[in-house]
């Protein structure tokens, strides 16, 4: 690849900017986490559990793009934490569901209220208008089809 061609500068910029934009969100959201006493992988499995109940461990895994390994880790971590509880499956014994005990619904609906990322969006968006962040979202779907279609 020639980096002196204008067309990968271009690319380069931009993937740069995509890259500086997720760490600056996922800082945000490591915080919020870490003022939870969680780590950004428990945060986002308590989430996944809060939205959808009765989820299983592979089902999180999917969600989430994580191995099933760093879940399993995270969920035994809840489960001693009493924010999660494990629920045998009654049609099949090695299936297992989650589910949020009280104080991990309390503690996932605290993460939402609390969370930075989602502040500092809104505060940046309010900086654009409406029709200009209705095209970044058309830009960015439209950006994001054409990545997940591309084979190399």
């Excluded at 020639?2 to 500086?20: H, I, L, P, T, W």
């Excluded at 569901?97 to 968006?125: D, H, I, V, W």
């Excluded at 409406?130 to 439209?142: A, D, G, K, R, S």
Aim: with cysteine; net charge neutral.
């Amino acid at each position: 690849m020639d980096y002196n061609d204008n067309k990968v500068k271009r690319a380069a910029e931009v993937v740069q900017s995509f890259v500086s934009i997720c760490k600056t969100l996922t800082k945000f959201t490591k915080q919020n986490a870490a003022s939870l006493g969680l780590t950004l992988q428990q945060m986002g499995i308590l989430n996944t559990i809060y939205s959808s109940p009765d989820i299983t461990l592979t089902e999180i895994t999917e969600k989430l793009e994580l191995s099933k390994s760093t879940v399993s880790i995270n969920v035994e971590d809840l489960v001693n934490l009493g924010f999660v509880e494990r629920k045998p499956s009654a049609e099949d014994r090695r299936e297992i569901y989650l589910k949020l005990t009280t104080a991990g619904q309390e503690l996932s609906k605290k993460s939402c209220q609390n969370a930075p990322s989602y502040r500092a969006m809104m505060f940046a968006l309010e900086k654009l208008s409406e029709e200009n962040t209705q095209f970044l979202l058309q830009i960015h779907n439209e950006l994001l089809n054409d990545l997940q279609n591309w084979k190399f």
